[in-house]
């Protein structure tokens, strides 16, 4: 599997956000990037940590426990461990006063996968309101093409063969105190003013 990723952060530990938690604002308020970075991002290392603690998961990556931990025996691990792995890579896929042109390397796989940047727009969008309950929505590499994916509560393409380039966090408590219950809004803003088509190119460039 593909680990190149975990350049991005360390694993097991809460890794810095790569801007402040005011820089995506009015988008994305500073209280609830608080509230997300720093309770249930946080919350999730914290209790990594302490379900590994001796355990034959201790010292492995969160991609090799993410691979190896069976999801009924060892739930919570993996859970925990993909939601770490989740979130950094979400806090990655934002950035300040982005969003807007597509590089010409990812734009043309946009538009040879989708027809357009608004076609690729109205399927990410369509896909988050589709998803029930809490999940994500991702933008992933698989054979020669992009596709727009969801996945539920804490699951991840790590697990597929695909690579994921960006993703937007739909559980609640990443838009619920800015948007309510408009989960549209919330994705389409991201979508056009904090998506971080730069490290989308970073991981597409990684592919082999």
Sequence with gaps: M??????????HELPALPYSESALS??????????????????????????????????LSLEQIIASADKTINASIYNNAAQIWNHSFYWNSLAPSAGGVVPAELKKLIDSSFG?????????????????????????HVGSTLKVITTSNAD?????????????????HSYYLDYQNLRADYVNAVFDKLINW???VDNLQNIV
């Design 2 to 11: 593909d680990t190149s990723t975990s350049k991005f952060w360390p694993s």
């Design 26 to 59: 009015p988008v994305i308020s500073e209280r609830t990037v608080s509230f997300h970075y720093g309770k249930h991002h946080r919350g999730y290392v914290d209790e990594l940590n302490r379900l590994i603690a001796g355990t034959a998961f201790a010292g």
């Design 116 to 140: 357009d940047i608004q076609t690729l727009k109205k399927q990410f969008t369509g896909a988050a309101l589709k998803q029930f309950g809490s999940g994500w929505v991702w933008l992933i």
């Design 156 to 172: 991840t393409p790590l697990t597929s063969h695909s690579k994921p380039l960006l993703v937007i966090d739909l559980w609640e």
């Design 198 to 200: 730069s490290f989308a």
